[in-house]
């Protein structure tokens, strides 16, 4: 196999850590989705969804996911926006 399709540092990683409060804080909805967003923008939701205990496109996190797109596009911060307007079509597919 050609080595240019060899990840030598596959497997051998750490999984990425998120700087979350606690679960029984405030803050602590708004800092799971910015930390799915986050695992999004490295291709790895799953890392963030286990560090949060939320899925990808949970509802509850859908006032706040929206405050973030708000705040990415004032900042010009096209790849937040973009992964937070993501996150809001996926819950919106779930609707009951």
Do not use: C
Not at 12 to 29: A, C, T, V, W
Not at 81 to 86: C, D, K, M, T, V
């Amino acid at each position: 196999m050609s080595r240019a399709f060899v990840n030598e540092d596959a497997g051998g990683g750490m999984e990425p850590r998120y700087d979350l409060p606690d679960h029984d804080s405030p803050y602590f909805d708004r800092a799971a989705a910015l930390a799915l967003i986050e695992g999004a923008n490295r291709g790895d939701t799953q890392s963030a969804e286990r560090a949060t205990g939320f899925r990808w496109g949970e509802r509850r996190l859908v006032p706040h996911m929206r405050t973030i797109l708000e705040e990415a596009e004032q900042r010009g911060e096209d790849r937040v926006a973009q992964l937070a307007r993501r996150y809001l079509r996926h819950a919106e597919s779930k609707e009951p």
